[in-house]
C-alpha cells in the first residue's frame, strides 16, 4: 500500500511540472477520403440508425486505447488504409472501413492528432457516435509508461474544455453501456472482448483528472 501511495504521489508532481511544460501535438493527417467519408456514413446509419451528410460526432465519451505493439509510424501507416485487412474478419463482416482513432500518444507523450476529434473514427463498437478514441503505443507486454499517463491526462483536459465530454473509458470497459441509451449497435451480436490498455494505466490518468468529475459508466 505504501509503494502505491508514493507512486501516486510522484506521478502527481510529474503532472503537476508537466504542467508547465505540455507534451506537443503533431498533426499527422489519416487519408479522410470521399470513400473513406462514403463508408462512415455508411457505418453510421447501418450501425447506429444515424443518417448525416457528414460524418461528424458529438462527442461525450473519451475512449483510451492500446496499439498492442507497433510504433507511431507502422499504427499510422495501418489506420491510413480506407479498407480493413482481410485477416479481421469479425469486424469485416460489419463493414470495410478501416478501424482508426483521432489521436495517437507515442511512448514519450508525443501527441500525434490523425484527424479532427469531431469526425467519426471506428475504434469502438456501439459508441463510435459519440467517442473519440485516443491510441497508446503499447502493449500487455509492452506496458505503457508514465509519459502517456500524463499526455493522456493533458489531452483528455483540453478535450473537455472543448467539448461536453461526460465519460472516459477504457476500451475494456465499454460493455458496460450495452442496454444503455448511449449504446446504438443495432446487431445485438456484435462485440468483442478487449483487455486494453489496462486497469493501472486507468487508475493513474483518472487520478490526474479527478477534478473533472468523469463518469465510466452510464
Request: proline share 3%.
Amino acid at each position: 500500500m505504501k509503494n502505491l501511495i508514493y507512486a501516486l504521489f510522484i506521478l502527481v508532481s510529474c503532472y503537476t511540472e508537466a504542467q508547465t511544460n505540455e507534451f506537443k501535438t503533431i498533426n499527422k493527417p489519416i487519408d479522410y477520403s470521399k470513400e473513406r467519408v462514403r463508408l462512415s456514413l455508411e457505418y453510421l446509419k447501418d450501425h447506429y440508425n444515424i443518417v448525416q451528410n457528414t460524418p461528424a460526432i458529438s462527442p461525450k465519451i473519451i475512449v483510451l486505447h492500446y496499439t498492442a505493439g507497433g510504433t507511431v509510424e507502422t499504427n499510422y501507416r495501418y489506420f491510413n488504409k480506407t479498407y480493413l485487412e482481410s485477416a479481421r474478419n469479425v469486424l469485416k463482416k460489419q463493414s470495410t472501413l478501416n478501424v482508426s482513432s483521432q489521436f495517437i500518444v507515442d511512448r514519450d507523450g508525443t501527441i500525434y492528432q490523425l484527424m479532427e476529434s469531431d469526425m467519426f473514427a471506428r475504434h469502438t463498437i456501439g459508441l463510435n457516435y459519440c467517442a473519440i478514441g485516443i491510441e497508446n503505443i503499447g502493449s500487455k507486454s509492452q506496458p505503457l509508461t508514465e509519459n502517456q499517463v500524463l499526455a493522456n491526462a493533458q489531452l483528455v483536459r483540453q478535450l473537455t474544455k472543448k467539448y461536453k465530454i461526460e465519460y472516459l473509458i477504457g476500451h475494456s470497459e465499454y460493455g458496460v453501456f450495452r442496454g444503455s441509451k448511449l449504446w446504438k449497435e443495432t446487431d445485438p451480436n456484435y462485440f468483442t472482448i478487449k483487455d486494453d490498455p489496462g486497469k493501472d494505466f486507468m487508475k493513474k490518468v483518472r487520478l490526474l483528472v479527478t477534478d473533472l468529475h468523469l463518469k465510466d459508466k452510464p
